[in-house]
């Protein structure tokens, strides 16, 4: 089903959208359609609280490291079946 949606603009925003329908080569419609989808897609949906809790931990840097010719023996460790390289 689909369900139709007016909106008003000015008709300097209109034109624009109109120009900017254009260069897309697509109808007002289309473009508007697009627009919409790709606001909803980029719309944040998560907690910012628990978002900017994630960030000072990670700020923290308290996370296990080693020597990078270690880690890299270790990485190639992992690669390893039944002791097999």
Known sequence: MT???????EDDV??????AAKR????VA?????ALRAARRDKSTGDP???LAAVRE?????YPTADIQQMLTEIKG???VDGVE
Do not use: N
């Open 30 to 34: 289309e473009w508007v359609r697009q």
């Open 78 to 80: 992992g690669y390893r």
């Open 14 to 19: 209109i034109a624009e959208i109109r120009r």
């Open 49 to 51: 609280r628990r978002k």
């Open 3 to 9: 369900t139709r949606l007016q909106v008003l603009f």
């Open 58 to 62: 990670a700020a923290r840097g308290a």
């Open 24 to 27: 897309h080569r697509m109808s």
